[in-house]
Nanobody, 118 residues
Framework: VQLQASGGGLVQAGGSLRLSCAAS????????MGWFRQAPGKDRESVAT????????SYTDSVKGRFTISRDNTQNTVYLQMNSLKPEDTAVYYC????????????WGQGTQVTVSS
């Protein structure tokens, strides 16, 4: 299984980025997908998750109204649209896949750096 995250970069506060995560080696539509992030010196936190069909999403409070998770099961790809970025969004962002509807994630991508300058 491979999860390949991309789309990170350097952006000014208020700007936007779109992260992508291409999955291979698994039946993508059978997995709940999630985006996580880890800032320097902080624990990894869940940012957003999306149900297998894409019909259900959840977000951590700090990104609600600014970030949107989506998926394309025909392209085996999950996205994270990030708008109105803030310096506190700076982190390495990881995508992950979970087979069950609960519990820990089974597979992780390599991460993509997002840096938001003030």
């Amino acid at each position: 299984v491979q999860l390949q995250a991309s789309g990170g970069g350097l952006v000014q506060a208020g700007g936007s980025l779109r992260l992508s995560c291409a999955a291979s080696g698994l039946t993508f539509s059978s997995y709940v997908m999630g985006w996580f992030r880890q800032a320097p010196g902080k624990d990894r936190e869940s940012v957003a998750t999306i149900a297998r069909s894409g019909g259900g999403t959840s977000y951590t409070d700090s990104v609600k109204g600014r970030f949107t998770i989506s998926r394309d099961n025909t392209q085996n790809t999950v996205y994270l649209q990030m708008n109105s970025l803030k310096p506190e969004d700076t982190a390495v962002y990881y995508c992950a896949a979970r087979r069950l509807g609960y519990g820990g994630f089974d597979y992780w991508g390599q991460g993509t750096q997002v840096t938001v300058s003030s």
